[in-house]
């Protein structure tokens, strides 16, 4: 299932310790984290390379399911 997640405070606080260099991309990283998301889904996997969840890409993750 695909679903939108929330971005509170809460989330932009913790990437402050992140290795991320963009903010936006932390900031999802850590918003999928917070919401118990099992994936990314992104074309740019040089942006999630210190992601604790799996990145696919939009076809890769057609694939999965």
Known sequence: MIRRVLADADVILMRGSSKF???KDSVQHFAALRNQCDCIVTRNFKDYLHSKLPAY???ELISLY
């Open 21 to 23: 260099d963009d903010f």
């Open 57 to 59: 890409s939009p076809i």
